[in-house]
């Protein structure tokens, strides 16, 4: 179909090297009006940034692009965007210290006489937010948001641009919960039927297959395969993407349950969560359902000490007693944030020094820390120049390994995992489920929050589902299903 | 070679030698005298040691204004100390004890109030001035210095051989400790992971807050020390000195590498910055400049310092 008339989005042997990674190899795109496109790969394949040099954030080194038939060579992400480009990049560029409408229309404020309207940017904000996430208010401070919320409002911002002949969107589902997927998918469907081509990037390949109507897969920056999703089956998209196939589901390790290490009893924070109560025990995997905003995160929180408990008890095994990160990791109870930007990860740092950052020893020698990082590495399979290489170079999903990598180093017995999975391709998080695993038959406790009921119903024994900030019973993961989870989730009995 | 050119001392180290060798042309007959070898290393004591402080304190993420301050008040507390009947050890102890407690201080404001550092050292700032001007009753204090300023005094005469004065080797050796202090020890590394970012360092269980403290009790010691070497060379007790000295430190920390939104900074760099600005004065002096030029020029390099160093982090991403 994209051959026929002239492609919305014309790509043709794109080059890209940072340093010594050549991040794309001559590769061609094309994308028809009205297409969805599903662009796939694993992490650090490229697929970033290819969005980029489209929208103008970094220039490309060697090839060229068309919009419509012309030259599409943007200098900066302002003038991709008055060529009709929209884009939600995999990581927000948000202004923390502006409201939601303020950042919805950043750098495209109405104006009257010179002066911006704020009636018409509130006007403006709150219809673009209607389509995505109504709930957010366009007059809260964008740093009081979540992460899932901050991304609905970059989404809001695509949105809201006028004139938007290509949108693309870079892992918009990474934290969102089925329902707010849905809604999502409505609003891509319209978009496409008006015209507009979609750039899509997900590393779920069931909802690639529902929205998408062709793929293009790349693999360490080379193109590797495209086609039309429907007739592909999934595994073979793995197989291009993995460059071999996928082995068959693992069978969890048999596990022996221990002695309660961790327990809540009637927990609540300052505004989240109301009402919390459970007991994980060692060599147990118990996960936390529920949707983005019921208080999943709050509570990991309040737990590790980063936030005030009001109410209620908490033991770590049988001690209670003031909560801090300090005393929590000395305790043995480690936390992976789901925001690796703001605080799971010191992007300026190296690698090496955010991976034993929690475990430094009194005298630091870079050359063991280095061996330690170098370890890590291997056993994460993180993709990196090297130790050295400072962590906002690397790619969103080999970010998040590095955020895993530093509970391994720390060697936590109790790890609270939030999103853990959370922008990481399909065959990375197979090993991370089975480093989950590992860990529990190893006899640690884990607390999984996930977006993902699938992944919830994969990896944990017990899960609970959080609504509207009470924690339901933790039920065997065997007597569940995604629908139940679903249901429970939004609180339809 | 590729890896000496990426430490952040490399930059400062080339300015310094590039501005020596340009002013040893101009003023061959007396520049490189190492009678004014010596005088400008002697000079760049007292914003040295304040700059290894505010290294640190900047690294964090943190600045400190008050510096100018603190050395001004010590200089008038070693002179009354002295002056009360006290030693020469017990009066340089107080000064360096004192710029401490001014250092803790402020780290407590910091810590304790969550007040931004600008504004709580903008505060102490003055009201550190007003405490020397009020122990001063407003004028100079003058006290036998009962030894103390040959901390300052070139060994063996102004045209002596090629020995330092003390003082210069006390801060070169508290240099050497706070450079392997950010390099090779716990809470040297968790100034560094705070001033990068504060929320994964308290999620990586860094006692935030005990770090930024230590840091700022550092920086006033090394201010209070720095003061009692500004009273070794004075000799007397001035409440009025100093003013304006936190600008010429912070500029010496920048050019040696330090970033003031935390995260970056060296201890060499910043004593060549110092090393620097030192070298600019005493040249132009002897040129024959005049005072508004040298101030000009003193700003083209710190800008030219900067360009330099975002230049050079361009290709740092590929690591
Ligand atoms: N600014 C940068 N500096 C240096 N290297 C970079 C930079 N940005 C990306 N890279 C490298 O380019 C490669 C491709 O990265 P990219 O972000 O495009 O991957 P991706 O396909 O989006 O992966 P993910 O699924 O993890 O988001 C990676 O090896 C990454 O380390
Ligand atoms: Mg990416």
């Given amino acids: ?493 | 070679m590729k890896q000496l050119s990426r430490a952040p001392w490399f930059g400062p180290l080339c300015a310094v030698l590039a501005v020596y060798a340009l002013f040893a042309l101009l003023a061959p007959q007396t520049f490189t005298r190492s009678a004014n070898v010596l005088t400008m290393a002697r000079q760049t004591v007292i914003v040295s040691l304040a700059a290894i402080g505010m290294t640190l304190v900047m690294i964090q993420g943190g600045i400190d204004l008050s510096v100018g301050s603190t050395v001004a008040l010590t200089t008038v507390i070693v002179a009354r100390t002295l002056d009360g009947g006290s030693g020469a050890w017990t009066a340089a102890a107080a000064g360096v004890a004192l710029g401490a407690c001014v250092g803790a201080l402020n780290g407590l404001l910091v810590t304790g109030l969550r007040l931004l550092p600008f504004i709580v050292t903008l505060g102490t700032m003055s009201a550190l001035r007003g405490a020397a001007k009020g122990l001063a009753n407003e004028q100079k204090v003058d006290a036998d210095p009962k030894g103390l300023d040959s901390l300052m005094a070139l060994p063996g005469g102004a045209h002596g051989g090629f020995l330092l004065p003390t003082g210069v080797w006390v801060a070169l050796a508290l240099a050497v400790v706070f450079a392997a202090f950010v390099a090779y020890t716990r809470p040297g590394r968790h100034v560094v992971a705070v001033g990068s970012s504060l929320e994964t360092a308290r999620l990586c269980g860094v006692p935030v807050g005990r770090i930024t403290l230590i840091v700022y009790v550092i920086a006033g010691a090394m201010a209070g020390l720095a003061g009692v070497m500004e009273f070794a060379t004075l000799t007397v007790g001035d409440p009025t000195d100093s003013i304006g000295l936190e600008l010429e430190v912070i500029a010496a920390v920048v050019i040696g590498g330090g970033s003031l939104s935390g995260g970056r900074g060296s201890v060499a760099g910043a004593l060549l910055g110092a090393l620097l600005l030192t070298e600019i004065k005493t040249g132009s002096t002897h040129v024959g400049l005049p005072n508004w030029v040298q101030e000009i020029l003193t700003g083209a390099i710190i800008l030219v310092a900067m360009a330099l160093d975002r230049w050079r982090e361009q290709g740092r991403g590929s690591g």
């Fill in chain 1, 1 to 493: 179909m994209a051959e026929v008339a002239t492609p919305r989005l014309e790509i043709r042997r794109l080059e890209k090297t940072f340093g010594g990674t050549r991040a794309l190899a001559a590769v061609d795109l094309a994308i028809a009006p009205g297409e969805v496109h599903a662009l796939l790969g694993e992490n650090g394949a490229g697929k970033s940034t290819l969005t980029k040099i489209v929208s103008g954030v970094y220039p490309a080194d060697g090839g060229s692009m068309r919009l419509d038939g012309a030259l599409h060579a943007p200098h900066s992400p302002a003038e991709a965007r008055r060529a009709g480009v929209a884009i939600v990049h995999q990581e927000p560029f948000v202004c923390p210290h502006l409201s939601v409408a303020e950042n919805v229309l950043l750098g495209a404020e109405p104006t009257r006489l010179g002066l911006v309207d704020r009636a018409r940017l509130r006007a403006d904000a709150r219809r673009a937010l209607a389509l995505v996430a109504p709930e957010i208010s366009p007059d809260a401070a964008l740093g009081c948001l979540g992460p899932a919320e901050v991304q609905s409002v970059t989404l809001a911002r695509a949105l809201a641009q006028s004139g938007c002949r290509l949108l693309i969107l870079d892992e918009p589902t990474a934290s969102l919960a089925a329902p707010e997927v849905e809604r999502l998918f409505q609003v891509v469907r319209r978009l496409a039927s008006t015209g507009i081509a979609i750039v899509y990037i997900s590393h779920f390949l069931e909802e690639v297959q529902r929205i998408a109507q062709r793929f293009t897969v790349l693999r360490d920056g080379r193109r590797v395969g495209t086609g039309d999703i429907e007739g592909t089956a999934p595994s073979h998209l793995v197989e291009l993407m993995s460059g071999h196939a996928l082995g068959g589901r693992r069978r969890r390790a048999p596990r022996t349950g221990g002695d309660v290490v961790l327990s809540a009893r009637d927990l609540a924070g300052p505004r989240l969560p109301l009402s919390a109560s459970f007991e994980l025990c060692a060599g147990e995997v118990l996960g936390v359902a529920g949707l983005v905003g019921s208080g999943r995160t709050e509570l990991l929180r309040a737990i590790f000490g980063l936030e005030r408990v009001v109410r209620g008890e908490l033991r770590v095994r049988a001690k209670v007693g003031p909560a801090s990160p300090t005393r929590r990791l000395a305790q043995g109870v480690g936390l992976v944030s789901e925001d690796r930007k703001r605080e799971g990860l010191a992007g300026e740092l190296s690698v090496a020094e955010n991976l034993t950052l929690s475990k430094l020893p009194a005298w630091v020698w870079p050359a063991r820390e280095r061996a330690t990082a170098r370890r890590l590495i291997e056993r994460l399979g993180i993709k990196t120049s090297g130790p050295d290489q400072p962590v906002r170079a690397l790619s969103g999903g080999n970010q998040q390994k590095v955020a895993l990598g530093r509970l391994l180093n720390h060697d936590v017995d109790v790890a609270l995992l939030d999103e853990p999975t959370r922008g990481i391709d399909v065959r990375s998080r197979a090993d991370v489920y089975a480093l989950i695993d590992e860990l529990a038959s190893q006899g640690k406790a884990v607390l999984v929050v996930s977006s993902q009921f699938s992944e919830l119903l994969e990896i944990c024994d017990r899960i609970a589902v959080m609504h509207r900030g009470r924690l339901g019973p933790a039920v065997p993961a065997a007597e569940l299903t995604e629908h139940r989870l679903m249901l429970d989730a939004a609180g339809v009995a």
